[in-house]
C-alpha cells in the first residue's frame, strides 16, 4: 500500500493546546504587586507626554507644529476664494432650510473656526450644505411650520422655527461628540453605495425642484414630496412673472457657463470658485439699476451673531429625534467621504472618530452663535483642494472672511433677488443627480439596481426623511440577507495540479468517489448556521441520490474547507456538532481543514476537535483528500481504485 503523509492541524498550529488546562493559582500579593507595577507604567507611558495628549485634543496643532510659512499665501489665497463661495451658497442654502438667510452666515461662521481646532482633514470646508439643508426643512416642518396656506411668513412661528434649527444643531453636535468618544464611525457603513446614490438623487431633484418657485416668481405652498409640488406650483401658475424667471435662468446659465470653463480649463478654474459671488454681484446691480420688482432677500441684520445658548429650550427633542438621526448619517456620510479622499491626495490619514468630534464641536460651538447644522461640501471643499489648501488655516480665512461681511456688507446683500438664490442652488445639486450610477447599476447587477431605484423613488415621493428611512432599511435588509445566506460551493480538483475549486466555475474538476468537498464561503455565526447546515447537507445527500442511481459505492467522507471561515461563535459550533452527529448515524466521516488559528481555539475550546478527532482536522484541503482516499483503500472500500487516478464524476 501506498504511504500518504497528511499533515495534521496538530503539526501545524503550535500554538493552540487541545488540552486547557486551568490557570495557576497565583498568591493574591504577587497579583497585586503586578497590577501595581503596571498601573505605574501605563501612567508614565500615558502622561508623561504632555504634548501627545493635548494633540489628540486638538488636532490643529500636529500640522501647525511642521507647518511650512512658504504655504501661508495658497493657504490664504484657497480660503477666500471659498469664502466668496461661501457668502452667497449659504445664504441660499439657509433658504432651503426655511431660515432667513443671515443664520446661512452665521452657519459658515462659527463653525468652520471650531472645525478647524478639531477636524483632522486640512481641506475639508464645512459649512452648510444642500442636502443636510433639505433634512432640516423637511423635519422641522412637521413640528413647526410658519408658511400660510396663501404662502405669508407667521413671524411668531417662524421665530419658534429659528429656534427649533439651532437647537437641532445643538443635538446633532452633543451625538456626533458622542459616537466620536465611543468610536461609533463605523454605524455608517451599513449604506451601500447604491442606497446612497439614489437616496441622493432623490434628493437633488426635490431641493432643485423646490427652487423653481422663485424662479416663476410667486410663492407656493411648501411640499416635501415631488407630485405635490407640481401640483402646488401649477395651481397659480397665472401668476408667473417673466422678469423672475429671467432673472433666474439668466443667473442659472452664468454658473453653469463658468462652472464648465473652471473645469475645462486647468488654468481657469478659478473661475469656478468666484461664479457664484459673480452672478450675486450682477443681479444686485441689474435689480438696483434697473428698478426691477421682483422679490428680493430684503432685510439682513448687520454684525456678527448673538449668542443664542439661552435660546436652548430643548422642549422638543422627542421630535426632533427623527432629523437628529437623519442628518447626523448624512451630515458624517458627506464629510468623511470628501475627507478621506482629500487626504488620500495629500499623503495624510484621517481618523474617523477625530472627524466625528470635529462636526459635533462645530455644530455644538455654532449652535451658541445662530447656526444650523453643517457639515463638510463637496463643491467647496474641491475648490479649497484646488486652490491649494494645505491646512486649517484656509478655513480660518474663510470664516474672517464671512465675518467681515457679517459687520460691514449685509445691506449690500439686501438686494439680492431671489431668484439668484435659488440658481445658486439649482447649480450646486445639480452635481448630486447620479443617473449614471442607476444605468452602471442595471447593467452589472439587478438587485442593487432594485435597491437604488427603491431610494430613489422613496426620497421623490414620499420625502426625504422616509426615503433615508428606506435607504437605511434596505441597506440593512441587503447585509442581514448577505450575512443569513453566504456563498457555499462543492469542490473538485483541478486537473494536473493540487488545487480546489468550485465545481460549477470549474465543470473538468475532478470529484473523488465516496468523497464530497464542499466550502463555507463565510463566517459561520447565530445569523446563518441553519443555511449553512442545510446546504451541507444538501450536498451530501445530492452525492449518496447519485451514488444510488449509478450503483456506486456510499459517501463515507464530508470534508468542510474552513478557508474562508474567519470566525465561528457558539452557535457555529453547535451546528457543526449537529452535522457530525447527523453524518455519523449514516456512517459518514466529517473532516475539517483549513480553519485560522482562532477559529481553531474555537473547534478547540468547543469541543469539536476531541469530537470529531484529530485526525480529521487537516492543514488543507489536498491533504484531506489524501488521507481520506488511504483510508479507504485500507479498508477494501474502493477495491482496484487507483489512487494516483482518481475516478471523474460530473460536476454536481
Not at 97 to 126: C, D, H, K, N
Not at 454 to 470: H, P, R, Y
Not at 624 to 629: F, G, I, K, R, T
Amino acid at each position: 500500500k501506498r504511504s500518504i503523509s497528511a499533515e495534521h492541524l496538530q503539526d501545524a498550529f503550535l500554538g493552540v493546546k487541545y488540552d486547557v488546562p486551568h490557570p495557576a493559582r497565583v498568591d493574591s500579593k504577587d497579583k497585586f504587586g503586578d497590577w501595581k507595577r503596571k498601573t505605574q507604567t501605563t501612567c508614565v507611558s500615558k502622561w508623561s507626554d504632555v504634548d501627545q495628549i493635548t494633540e489628540s485634543m486638538f488636532p490643529f496643532l500636529k500640522w501647525l507644529k511642521v507647518y511650512d510659512r512658504s504655504n501661508l499665501s495658497q493657504d490664504v489665497m484657497a480660503g477666500l476664494t471659498v469664502g466668496i463661495m461661501i457668502i452667497p451658497q449659504s445664504m441660499s442654502y439657509a433658504k432651503l432650510a426655511g431660515l432667513p438667510v443671515e443664520y446661512g452666515l452665521y452657519s459658515a461662521l462659527m463653525p468652520v473656526f471650531a472645525y478647524a481646532i478639531w477636524g483632522t482633514s486640512r481641506q475639508l470646508a464645512v459649512g452648510p450644505v444642500a442636502l443636510v439643508s433639505l433634512l432640516v426643512s423637511t423635519g422641522l416642518t412637521s413640528i413647526v411650520d410658519p408658511v400660510m396656506e396663501d404662502g405669508s411668513i407667521d413671524q411668531d412661528l417662524q421665530d419658534q422655527y429659528n429656534t427649533l434649527a439651532i437647537e437641532t444643531a445643538f443635538l446633532v453636535g452633543v451625538v456626533y461628540l458622542i459616537m466620536g468618544t465611543f468610536r461609533l464611525g463605523f454605524v455608517t457603513i451599513v449604506l451601500s453605495h447604491a442606497v446612497i446614490s439614489g437616496f441622493t438623487t432623490g434628493a437633488a431633484i426635490i431641493i432643485g425642484f423646490s427652487q423653481v418657485k422663485y424662479f416663476f416668481g410667486y410663492e407656493v405652498e411648501r411640499s416635501k414630496v415631488l407630485h405635490k409640488g407640481v401640483h402646488y406650483l401649477l395651481k397659480d401658475i397665472d401668476k408667473f412673472d417673466w422678469k423672475t424667471f429671467t432673472m433666474g435662468m439668466g443667473c442659472l446659465g452664468i454658473l453653469m457657463a463658468m462652472k464648465n470653463i473652471g473645469k475645462s480649463y486647468p488654468k481657469l478654474k478659478w473661475v469656478r470658485a468666484i461664479a457664484p459671488l459673480t452672478v450675486t454681484t450682477l443681479s444686485i446691480l441689474i435689480t438696483w439699476a434697473g428698478g426691477l420688482d421682483i422679490p428680493i432677500v430684503e432685510s439682513i441684520p448687520k454684525g456678527l451673531p448673538p449668542l443664542t445658548v439661552d435660546r436652548w429650550e430643548l422642549g422638543d427633542v422627542d421630535k426632533l429625534a427623527t432629523p437628529i438621526i437623519s442628518i447626523t448619517i448624512v451630515g458624517f456620510m458627506e464629510s468623511i467621504a470628501i475627507a478621506k479622499q482629500l487626504a488620500s491626495k495629500h499623503k495624510y490619514e484621517i481618523d474617523s472618530s477625530q472627524e466625528l468630534i470635529g462636526l459635533g464641536m462645530s455644530n455644538f460651538i455654532g449652535a451658541m452663535f445662530g447656526a444650523y447644522p453643517i457639515t463638510g461640501s463637496f463643491s467647496r471643499s474641491a475648490v479649497n483642494h484646488e486652490s491649494g489648501a494645505k491646512s486649517g488655516i484656509s478655513a480660518i480665512c474663510t470664516a474672517l472672511l464671512v465675518g467681515i461681511i457679517l459687520l460691514l456688507l449685509t445691506p449690500v446683500f439686501e438686494q439680492m433677488p431671489l431668484a439668484t438664490l435659488a440658481s445658486i442652488v439649482i447649480s450646486g445639486v445639480l452635481g448630486l443627480l447620479d443617473y449614471e450610477e442607476g444605468i452602471f447599476l442595471w447593467h452589472v447587477h439587478k438587485l442593487d439596481f432594485a435597491i437604488w431605484m427603491f431610494s430613489f423613488l422613496g426620497t421623490l415621493f414620499l420625502g426625504a426623511e422616509k426615503g433615508l428611512g428606506i435607504s437605511v432599511a434596505l441597506s440593512l435588509l441587503f447585509v442581514l440577507y448577505e450575512s443569513a445566506y453566504p456563498h457555499t460551493a462543492v469542490l473538485g480538483k483541478l486537473p494536473g495540479t493540487n488545487v480546489y475549486r468550485n465545481v460549477k466555475q470549474y465543470p473538468n474538476a475532478q470529484t473523488f468517489e465516496q468523497i464530497v468537498i464542499a466550502r463555507v464561503d463565510a463566517p459561520i455565526f447565530f445569523a446563518n448556521t441553519q443555511h449553512v447546515r442545510e446546504k451541507l447537507q444538501k450536498y451530501e445527500w445530492q452525492a449518496e441520490n447519485k451514488c444510488d442511481v449509478d450503483g456506486r459505492k456510499p459517501i463515507k467522507f464530508m470534508i468542510v474547507d474552513f478557508s474562508p471561515v474567519s470566525s465561528i461563535d457558539t452557535s457555529g459550533i453547535h451546528i457543526i456538532k449537529d452535522l457530525y452527529e447527523d453524518y455519523s448515524s449514516r456512517d459518514v466521516q466529517l473532516c475539517l481543514c483549513n480553519p485560522n488559528i482562532t477559529v481553531m481555539q474555537k473547534l478547540v475550546d468547543g469541543g469539536l476537535v476531541k469530537l470529531i478527532g484529530e485526525k480529521y482536522m487537516f492543514v488543507s484541503t489536498y491533504d484531506a483528500v489524501q488521507a481520506c482516499l488511504h483510508e479507504l483503500e485500507e479498508a477494501e472500500l474502493l477495491e482496484g481504485a487507483d489512487v494516483e487516478a482518481p475516478a471523474v464524476e460530473e460536476a454536481m
